[in-house]
């Protein structure tokens, strides 16, 4: 991937807000770096992390007592808006660094331009369910693996170990998707395997896993809906819902950032809710976490799936790569991506 600043017109979560204190901290995304820090009243702020002098990081310098970043090298000193000095120089003009909007949401900092609206932030479609936390996960896999990986449920039975089915059951899943304008529309239906970390969501064996998903890229990522019924159809008590952010930071890795929530629609059981989205969240965690251990496997995966035998459960796949294109990056626009190579094993 060669560096794409049109991807930065979408909000992407980039930190957890606790991770930023009194020293600033350098994130990474689509090929390009930026140095967030606390200005002199604690608000987040975010600059492009090269001093316009010397191109030095400013994620290596310190905040001064009046909120400025100040670089490392020659100590120009740079404040929220990016309006720099030189305090060699004090009469040189032009001094400025790019300068980029931080909004602080569900305790994340999201990272965008600063002429991107507000109503761009991302829709979590929380309403009635409980936070349960978020985490992040490092991924060392392209951005169109990760995004795959995420798009197709058929690898569960050997991938995962709790949620959904086993391999008893392969043959035994309903599956829908649909292609839509601007977004993916998917949905899986099968027997849940046995799994005892399960039954702190009330879920019994001979339940029926129902996961549905939408995929959107603005910027790139999916709303997992994950509900359970009983064998005569009653609904268990507890909804899952999951996003997940998926955002580039090099060529070769992606950056994970989950939101977990938890809802019931049955009374009786909605005082434990704050106790049973913790679980949620735990459950969501190993999940993801299954994934992570395993996508290095695959992390050379062409872009293009020319020659490769898909089967139903990746008709999603081809349409999101044209929407990925087209929303996410820009029209037309392709990203360049590195060959994806393991590094030889210690002598």
Same mark, same amino acid.
């Given at each position: 991937?060669? &560096?794409?600043?049109?991807?930065?017109?979408?909000?992407?979560?980039?930190?957890?807000?606790?991770?930023?204190?009194?020293?600033?901290?350098?994130?990474?995304?689509?090929?390009? !770096?930026?140095?967030?820090?606390?200005?002199?009243?604690?608000?987040?702020?975010?600059?492009?992390?090269?001093?316009?002098?010397?191109?030095? &990081?400013?994620?290596?310098?310190?905040?001064?007592?009046?909120?400025?970043?100040?670089? &490392?090298?020659?100590?120009?000193?740079?404040?929220?808006?990016?309006?720099?000095?030189?305090?060699?120089?004090?009469?040189?003009?032009?001094?400025?660094?790019?300068?980029?909007?931080?909004?602080?949401?569900?305790?994340?900092?999201?990272?965008?331009?600063?002429?991107?609206?507000?109503? !761009?932030?991302?829709?979590?479609?929380?309403?009635?369910?409980?936070?349960?936390?978020?985490?992040?996960?490092?991924?060392?896999?392209?951005?169109?693996?990760?995004?795959?990986?995420?798009?197709?449920?058929?690898?569960?039975?050997?991938?995962?170990?709790?949620?959904?089915?086993?391999?008893?059951?392969?043959?035994?899943?309903?599956?829908?998707?649909?292609?839509?304008?601007?977004?993916?529309?998917?949905?899986?239906?099968?027997?849940?395997?046995?799994?005892?970390?399960?039954?702190?969501?009330?879920?019994?064996?001979?339940?029926?896993?129902?996961?549905?998903?939408?995929?959107?890229?603005?910027?790139?990522?999916?709303?997992?809906?994950?509900?359970?019924?009983?064998?005569?159809?009653?609904?268990?008590?507890?909804?899952?819902?999951?996003?997940?952010?998926?955002?580039?930071?090099?060529?070769?890795?992606?950056?994970?950032?989950?939101?977990?929530?938890?809802?019931?629609?049955?009374?009786?059981?909605?005082?434990?809710?704050?106790?049973?989205?913790?679980?949620?969240?735990?459950?969501?965690?190993?999940?993801?976490?299954?994934? !992570?251990?395993?996508?290095?496997?695959?992390?050379?995966?062409?872009?293009?799936?020319?020659?490769?035998?898909?089967?139903?459960?990746?008709?999603?796949?081809?349409?999101?790569?044209?929407?990925?294109?087209?929303?996410?990056?820009?029209?037309?626009?392709?990203?360049?991506?590195?060959?994806?190579?393991?590094?030889?094993?210690?002598?």
């Amino acid at each position: 991937m060669e &560096p794409t600043p049109k991807v930065i017109r979408h909000f992407h979560p980039v930190l957890p807000a606790r991770s930023l204190g009194t020293s600033p901290v350098r994130v990474e995304l689509a090929g390009r !770096a930026y140095a967030l820090f606390r200005d002199g009243s604690g608000q987040p702020a975010a600059l492009a992390d090269a001093c316009p002098h010397r191109f030095a &990081p400013l994620s290596k310098g310190k905040v001064r007592p009046d909120g400025r970043l100040q670089c &490392p090298y020659h100590g120009w000193r740079f404040d929220a808006q990016g309006k720099g000095s030189n305090p060699s120089q004090p009469e040189l003009r032009h001094c400025d660094a790019r300068s980029f909007q931080v909004v602080e949401r569900y305790g994340y900092l999201w990272l965008a331009e600063r002429d991107t609206p507000l109503s !761009a932030m991302p829709d979590m479609g929380d309403e009635g369910y409980v936070f349960g936390g978020a985490f992040s996960t490092h991924f060392a896999a392209p951005l169109h693996v990760s995004l795959d990986n995420f798009s197709e449920d058929e690898h569960t039975p050997y991938v995962h170990t709790r949620l959904g089915w086993d391999d008893a059951n392969a043959g035994r899943v309903d599956f829908e998707a649909q292609n839509l304008e601007d977004r993916t529309v998917v949905r899986y239906r099968a027997p849940q395997r046995p799994a005892p970390m399960m039954v702190v969501l009330g879920v019994r064996d001979g339940d029926v896993f129902q996961n549905e998903w939408v995929t959107r890229f603005d910027p790139v990522r999916s709303q997992y809906t994950i509900q359970w019924t009983a064998p005569d159809g009653r609904p268990r008590p507890f909804i899952t819902r999951a996003n997940i952010f998926f955002v580039p930071e090099t060529a070769r890795t992606t950056r994970l950032h989950v939101f977990s929530f938890l809802r019931t629609e049955q009374p009786l059981v909605r005082p434990l809710l704050p106790v049973a989205a913790r679980a949620a969240m735990a459950l969501t965690w190993w999940e993801v976490r299954d994934d !992570a251990r395993f996508i290095a496997t695959v992390a050379d995966t062409p872009y293009s799936h020319k020659g490769m035998r898909l089967d139903r459960f990746d008709t999603p796949l081809v349409h999101q790569r044209r929407l990925l294109e087209r929303i996410y990056y820009g029209a037309g626009m392709k990203p360049t991506v590195v060959p994806f190579t393991r590094e030889a094993p210690s002598p």
